[in-house]
């Protein structure tokens, strides 16, 4: 049964840094993997898609890798800003057509 | 613009009563879900439809019930609300095809509070 698990859980870092969240999953399998944003209160808003043959997807400040063969994948986020305060989830598309969810990460950008 | 809508945005249900939940896209995606969302636990897939006419069950299906007439609505019905359906719930959709490329698109959620 595919685990999706997002460390950490919450994360303050300041204005301006660079930063990585971490996504990692345990069967290999899969079609893609999505990362989305989710602001309080709100619904899921999709950053980055990456299908399984790709290992890496950039949109903005930000870039998504994936390593499937050791079942990780990075969202890295350049130069954070307040607006980027929210819960990032990621989620795999497995062989059988069903998503799996990772718990997110609540990032808190510092002014 | 191209979405789905969900309807309610919040509900308040006294416990017992039958409560459907709407969900309209309008981009043809033959894939549709229902997930809730609880603090701790994430988001759980409730049920699905991979086509019109087809439903199934997903990781959390007890209590709940979908109808897939059309394309365009996957409808969840709770028959006999209890509090601990008391969440935040998503209704997503993708395109689905051999490759795979699409990924999913989520509505706003519904706030449901069972009392």
């Known amino acids: 049964k595919q685990e999706v698990t997002q460390i950490p859980a919450a994360l303050s870092v300041p204005e301006g840094e660079n930063l990585v969240l971490n996504c990692s999953f345990t069967?290999?399998?899969?079609?893609?993997l999505q990362w989305f944003r989710q602001d309080p209160g709100k619904g899921l808003t999709s950053l980055l898609l990456i299908q399984s043959s790709q290992r890496e997807q950039t949109s903005g400040r930000l870039n998504a890798s994936l390593d499937k063969s050791s079942g990780r994948s990075t969202l890295y986020i350049a130069a954070s800003q307040p607006g980027d305060s929210a819960t990032y989830l990621c989620a795999v598309l497995g062989r059988d057509d069903k998503i799996i969810f990772g718990k997110g990460t609540r990032l808190h950008i510092l002014p | 613009i191209a979405g789905i809508t969900q309807a309610p945005t919040s509900q308040i249900l006294a416990a017992g009563r039958r409560m459907t939940l709407r969900c309209t896209q309008d981009?043809?995606?033959?894939?549709m879900y229902w997930y809730r969302q609880d603090l701790g636990l994430g988001l759980r897939l409730i049920h699905y439809s991979n086509t019109a006419g087809t439903t199934g069950k997903g990781e959390v299906p007890d209590g709940y019930s979908v109808s897939r007439a059309n394309t365009d609505d996957f409808p969840l019905t709770l028959a006999s609300a209890v509090p601990s359906q008391t969440s935040v719930y998503f209704c997503a959709s993708k395109r689905t095809d051999y490759e795979q490329l699409d990924g999913y698109t989520f509505g706003s959620g519904t706030r449901l509070t069972v009392v």
């Open positions: 069967d290999s399998a899969i079609y893609n």
């Open positions: 981009m043809r995606h033959n894939a």
